[in-house]
């Protein structure tokens, strides 16, 4: 399992090659992607560069042949004590192709049409 936030978290100016290198390290071993997506308001960009990465690592995961899968983060925003915005039981992170109550975000149609 990984957490991929290349060219985040973990800089990275070659991200496919970086990707690469690591699931080679894994050679002959399933890798699940167990976290990759925007963690905002940290990294900006909102749902537009939610929705570039959401397609760009897909589209990579699928042509690297021991990803055997990936989890999307997030598919909602969420309600934390330590979240950006909104007040007392609504405080919340923004991280989610649906908002707190549901309603979808661009990049929610767009996971939608990736899985297919």
Not at 47 to 67: F, H, P, S, T, V
Not at 86 to 103: A, C, F, I, P, Q
Request: include cysteine; charge should be neutral; hydrophobic fraction near 30%.
């Amino acid at each position: 399992m990984w957490n991929d936030y290349l060219g985040l978290w973990e800089p990275s100016d070659d991200i496919k090659n970086h990707m690469l290198r690591t699931c080679k390290k894994a050679e002959g071993m399933p890798l699940l992607v167990s976290e990759f997506g925007l963690c905002e308001p940290h990294f900006k960009g909102g749902d537009a560069k939610r929705a570039r990465i959401l397609k760009e690592r897909l589209a990579m995961y699928r042509g690297i042949e021991n990803i055997c899968g990936y989890m999307w983060f997030s598919l909602n925003d969420y309600r934390t004590h330590c979240g950006e915005e909104g007040e007392d039981k609504l405080r919340r992170r923004v991280h989610g192709s649906t908002d707190l109550y549901g309603n979808e975000k661009p990049s929610y149609r767009l996971l939608c049409e990736l899985q297919k």
